[in-house]
């Protein structure tokens, strides 16, 4: 009889292992890690959290686009926010002080600069000087990254006043000048980063400039000050550092 019953006490501690362990796991599965950011580098960023979450068995979630959309939702459960130039982060922490750390912010990748076209490049455009055309109808974003984008490439080269003549529209964003892109046919170009092109090959062709006529700008990151997950983020940004991760954003249009 004692010896059933210490069968019986062994079996229940077993179980409660195997449940405990199970539990463990279920719990590392679910683990999350939030990363916000402007939709530019959603790309390369989306891609690098999947490979990274695969192989840590953690989750990253990436959230992109125009700051308004998802800065409240930040504000309760960010771990991560990034930039699509430093000027960003930077404008970032001064609107939203105390959110961003930023004794972590860490400076990642650049991305070239280009123009880019309607598909099949109907008006010939070949270099910048071919945007002071008449009846080049051009898309400016002022802001998103690509403030001031256009006039630090222009102004090198003395087209300045030829392609600011030519500028058809102004908007804030990205996402609303690939609205505007789609609904309007009539924009013939846009200053932005190459990487636009490889969200949106379907409608647009990619105009490359020469080394020395290409600016640059950078990519940011940095540790929230809410955040629960330090360590995990911390080895996220590390993931990010590596050529793993290098050869991704090189697919995505970054230098």
């Known amino acids: 009889m004692a010896a ?6 062994l079996m229940g501690i077993f179980m409660c292992l195997i449940f405990l362990g199970a539990s463990h796991i279920v719990l590392a599965q679910e683990k999350t890690l939030k990363a916000y950011g402007p939709g530019g580098p959603l790309g390369p960023m989306k891609e690098c959290a999947e490979i990274f979450s695969k192989e840590n068995n953690v989750k990253v979630e990436v959230v992109a686009g125009p700051t308004p959309k998802w800065i409240e939702q930040a504000r309760q459960d960010a771990d991560i926010i990034f930039g699509g130039a430093e000027y960003m982060l930077t404008e970032f922490v001064q609107k939203y002080p105390g959110l961003a750390d930023e004794k972590t912010r860490t400076s990642l990748y650049i991305r070239p600069a280009g123009i880019l076209v309607r598909k099949g490049n109907p008006k010939k455009i070949r ?6 055309k008449n009846g080049v109808k051009i898309i400016d974003v002022n802001g998103a990254g690509q403030l001031g984008l256009w006039e630090d ?9 030829g392609i600011q003549k030519n500028i058809t529209l102004s908007v804030t964003s990205s996402a609303e000048a690939i609205e505007k892109w789609k609904s309007m046919p009539e924009l013939d170009a846009w200053i932005t980063y190459e990487s636009w092109h490889y969200r949106l090959k379907d409608i647009t062709d990619l105009v490359r400039l020469p080394a020395k006529e290409r600016t640059y700008r950078g990519t ?10 330090n360590e995990l983020a911390n080895q996220f940004i590390e993931f990010l550092k590596t050529e793993k991760a290098h050869k991704v954003f090189q697919k995505w249009g970054w230098k």
């Open 4 to 9: 059933n019953r210490s069968i019986v006490v």
């Open 220 to 229: 940011p990151i940095a540790i929230t000050t809410i955040t629960k997950n």
């Open 127 to 132: 270099n910048l000087a071919d945007l002071t």
């Open 153 to 161: 490439m222009a102004g090198a080269k003395g087209l300045i006043p």
